[in-house]
């Protein structure tokens, strides 16, 4: 190499290949010019501008140019050469009209097709000589049989309130007044900061404060809660029948059930915590309580009762239990189907036996 960069040529345009693959036919063909005199046509295909291809002046075979109902038009594209040696012809370029390109444009819908029912059709743009105008779009005529064509979104309006409401934070009973708080820490550090609970929870930590300040609302909800006082107690069969039924008026058994050993589980409870705190008053107080759920248990919870044992006898019926005679099959098969796995010395295991295996044992 002689140290100089070799520059590769520019790569020619696509009007300057056109114009050279022209010039190639013109020059290939030996009776164009004759045609060219019989046409009346000044045309010079030599006189081209290399820099500007499409600087062509417009010429015809005899025909007038300012005649718009001329059959000329402007090629599309230059055919290849071909190698056959027949004649080609080279199209006239019609000249465009400048003062056609300042008029303004109108949407005119498509015409459809019958069989077209899927496809929107495009707008198709045609020029207008009229001069100052507005782009206007003509909507489409629909008829009533089309029904697949475009269609407009559906708006469906509901008269269905939004009925979701906000999560309210609980109020809790302080402990110490009785009243029901939204910001409990709040009102104890305000109201009943002399208290000695609240003081020994002020000076810890965040950490243990949170917990010394959850144990004084824990305590505030248990001093409040009087379900275990016999003065309530038809609030509180009220309440439990509005829990456990249902919309139609219908019974739900297992739910009232529930919440009658729930309320024993809960005497015993309360009953123990009041005789480990020395609270002797309180612990008379649960035994009676429990003395009036005892007695009125039946009045309460039979119906539950008997329609939970109901549906237990009928999962018991013979109808839905298995034959023995099925049973003593199943059992034979099986231990069958284990022998032959065990006795086969040369049987080669592989992960289709194990898992046999371990269904047979299950």
């Not at 590769?8 to 004759?34: F, H, N, Q, Y």
């Not at 105008?133 to 269609?151: L, N």
């Not at 934070?169 to 104890?188: A, F, I, N, T």
Request: charge should be negative; include cysteine.
């Amino acid at each position: 190499m002689d140290g100089h960069t070799h520059r590769l040529p520019k790569p020619k345009s696509r009007g300057e290949r056109m114009v050279e693959l022209a010039l190639s036919k013109i020059k290939s063909t030996s009776d164009l010019p004759t045609k060219q005199d019989e046409a009346g046509t000044s045309f010079d295909p030599f006189d081209i501008d290399p820099e500007d291809p499409f600087d062509v002046g417009s010429w015809h075979y005899g025909v007038d140019a300012d005649d718009d109902s001329s059959d000329a038009y402007i090629p599309s594209s230059v055919p290849e050469s071909s190698d056959s040696g027949e004649e080609s012809e080279v199209f006239p370029i019609q000249e465009i009209d400048t003062e056609k390109l300042s008029t303004a444009t109108k949407t005119v819908p498509e015409a459809r097709e019958e069989s077209d029912h899927d496809v929107c059709p495009l707008p198709k743009v045609v020029t207008s000589n009229v001069q100052n105008t507005t782009t206007e779009t003509v909507p489409e005529a629909r008829d009533e049989s089309d029904h697949d064509v475009c269609p407009l979104p559906k708006v469906v309006t509901s008269n269905v309130q939004n009925t979701t409401t906000e999560k309210k934070k609980p109020k809790r009973p302080c402990y110490y007044c009785g009243e029901e708080q939204s910001q409990l820490v709040r009102h104890l550090t305000r109201k009943h900061k002399m208290e000695d609970a609240v003081v020994a929870a002020l000076k810890l930590p965040k950490m243990e404060q949170r917990r010394a300040f959850e144990k004084i609302r824990k305590d505030g909800i248990l001093k409040m809660n009087n379900v275990l006082e016999r003065e309530h107690f038809d609030t509180l069969c009220d309440s439990i029948r509005d829990l456990t039924t249902g919309e139609n008026g219908e019974i739900k058994a297992g739910l009232k059930l529930m919440i009658g050993y729930v309320l024993k589980k809960l005497i015993k409870t309360a009953k123990g915590y009041y005789i480990q705190t020395n609270e002797m008053e309180k612990s008379v107080e649960v035994d009676r309580f429990s003395a009036v759920l005892d007695l009125n248990w039946d009045y309460i919870f039979y119906t539950a009762q008997v329609m939970c044992e109901q549906r237990r006898n009928t999962l018991r019926k013979p109808q839905a239990m298995p034959v023995e005679e099925d049973v003593s099959k199943l059992r034979a098969f099986i231990l069958n189907e284990m022998q032959k796995l065990s006795d086969d010395e040369l049987m080669k295991w592989d992960h289709h036996y194990f898992c046999k295996d371990a269904e047979l044992d299950y």
